[in-house]
């Protein structure tokens, strides 16, 4: 599976990105696709996932109600849009895809990541 991350960019606080992750090379439906992001000096941390079967999500806390994730079949690509933006959403932000349908927090649990795409959010 090979995964593009693309979208990212400067904008300012309040404003709005969409980050698209386009998947090749699966035909399978049984996976998931979970965005993570990693700030300078800090550990990598999930902000959201979609079961590609189910269509399930999880979201963390820090982005609730601000993110969305969704998934166009079809196309084989994810969708990030990301609302209402603050200065510490800045980081690079990866897409990851697992075997399985269940959504997961865990970096350890993706097999196949995407180069990162870079956040800046200004204040």
């Known amino acids: 599976v090979q995964l593009q991350a693309s979208g990212g960019g400067l904008v300012q606080a309040g404003g709005s990105l969409r980050l698209s992750c386009a998947a090749s090379?699966?035909?399978?439906?049984?996976?998931?696709l979970g965005w993570f992001r990693q700030a300078p000096g800090k550990e990598r941390e999930s902000v959201a996932a979609?079961?590609?079967?189910?269509?399930?999500?999880y979201y963390a806390d820090s982005v609730k109600g601000r993110f969305t994730i969704s998934g166009d079949t079809a196309k084989n690509t994810a969708y990030l849009q990301m609302n209402s933006l603050k200065p510490e959403d800045t980081a690079v932000y990866y897409c990851?895809?697992?075997?399985?349908?269940?959504?997961?927090?865990?970096?350890?649990?993706?097999?196949?990541w995407g180069q990162g795409t870079l956040v800046t959010v200004s204040s």
């Open positions: 090379g699966r035909t399978s439906t049984n996976y998931a």
């Open positions: 979609i079961s590609w079967r189910s269509g399930s999500t």
């Open positions: 990851a895809a697992k075997d399985g349908s269940y959504v997961s927090t865990l970096t350890r649990s993706y097999a196949y």
